[in-house]
């Protein structure tokens, strides 16, 4: 069975971009991959983060993953920072992957802004550690949206060169899995803006801890021009384009389907509908997520059993690499 590695970054507020664009396909995807789905710690301290915050914003997404239908039995579910193999594994490719493969990673740039001199080295080499997460546990499969895609081909170009040093096939370069429609969520109170945690407006995003009523607030104050009728024309009605989008992606329909469904009913009708759909879909989610952070043994120990099963894999695929490269392990 092919083997999917998937990260999910730990700064809490996991909202409906999230779930459609990523957690949901993940789910699915059980059934078919041999799955490890990894809260990783280790890239956001990158920058600067409360400890205790980091700490309750690791078992708050934990939560969403679990309510969401990721089995914890099935796939793998833990921390990062709990396999020492991801930081290990990091540096020895850190050591082999040239200084003009990290120079032309654009997501550095716009995160370091103009501060850039002043950035962590963490945040330079955050692409690299990346890398090391698909390829300790020698992963075929990494979902990824677009904002990730040149991510994954520098894990491709580091695995091929680590593979032509050693000489010995040692990772597969995995294959980009590009998901299913409303990949790229956009802000409810402006189009042309990915859905955001970041966001100072929380009512550009649903929040999967938010509350059936506040769902439907949501929806009905989202963001829409002053054109009645229901139309699909991303670029003219980037709003309108999103919540039917969105409705799609909630009903497992097309969104020209959605578009001919509601063609002769207004947009107020289609708000209404789609706010009705959101509940439905999302309250159960948002109420699961909310009881299991009351139980905090418990997510503790899903990640400190998905943490051993991790290690497992690890260990063994770390060996091998550190034996190519000459490391004395008596």
């Known amino acids: 069975m092919n083997r999917v590695f998937s990260g999910v970054q730990p700064t809490g507020n996991l909202h409906l971009g ?29 920058v600067p983060q409360d400890p205790a915050a980091l700490r309750a914003a690791t078992r708050e997404v934990t939560a969403g993953l ?55 080295l963490g945040l330079y080499a955050y692409p690299v550690l990346m890398a090391a997460d698909i390829l300790l546990y020698k992963a075929t499969h990494v979902p990824v949206g677009e904002d990730q895609k040149q991510h994954l081909e520098l894990a491709r170009d580091i695995a091929g060169a680590f593979n032509r040093q050693s000489g010995v096939e040692v990772f597969p370069l995995p294959e980009p899995m590009i998901l299913g429609p409303a990949t790229r969520v ?40 002053s054109e009645p009728t229901v139309t699909y024309e991303p ?14 992606a909630l009903s497992g329909e097309t969104a020209e389907a959605v578009t001919r469904r509601f063609s002769d009913s207004g947009f107020s009708a289609f708000k209404n509908a789609l706010g009705e759909l ?53």
């Not at 999230?18 to 990158?46: E, F, P, R």
């Not at 042309?192 to 009905?220: E, G």
């Not at 909310?290 to 905090?296: G, N």
């Open 235 to 248: 670029k003219r009605r980037p709003e309108a384009a999103n919540l039917i989008d969105i409705f799609a």
């Open 18 to 46: 999230n779930y459609l664009g990523a957690i949901k396909n993940w789910v699915a995807m059980q059934a078919t991959h041999d799955c490890l789905y990894c809260i990783v710690d280790l890239h956001a301290i990158t």
């Open 66 to 120: 679990l309510a969401s239908g990721i089995d914890p039995k099935v796939s793998i579910v833990f921390n990062q920072s709990q396999v020492k193999g991801h930081a290990a594994l990091a540096w020895i490719l850190n050591c082999l992957t040239p200084l003009g493969w990290l120079n032309r990673m654009t997501q550095f740039k716009e995160k370091a802004g103009k501060a850039r001199d002043q950035a962590g």
């Open 186 to 225: 956009m802000s409810l109170r402006d189009g042309t803006k990915k859905m955001s945690k970041s966001d100072t407006s929380d009512y550009s995003r649903i929040n999967l801890t938010d509350d059936a009523s506040t769902i439907a607030l949501k929806i009905r104050k989202a963001k829409t021009d």
């Open 278 to 330: 959101a509940v439905e879909k999302l309250g159960p989610l948002a109420a699961e997520m909310r009881r299991l952070m009351q139980h905090q043994d418990y997510i503790d120990e899903v990640l400190r059993a998905g943490g051993e099963r991790a290690q497992h894999i690890a260990e063994r695929n770390l060996a091998e690499v550190e034996n190519l490269v000459g490391l004395l392990k008596p």
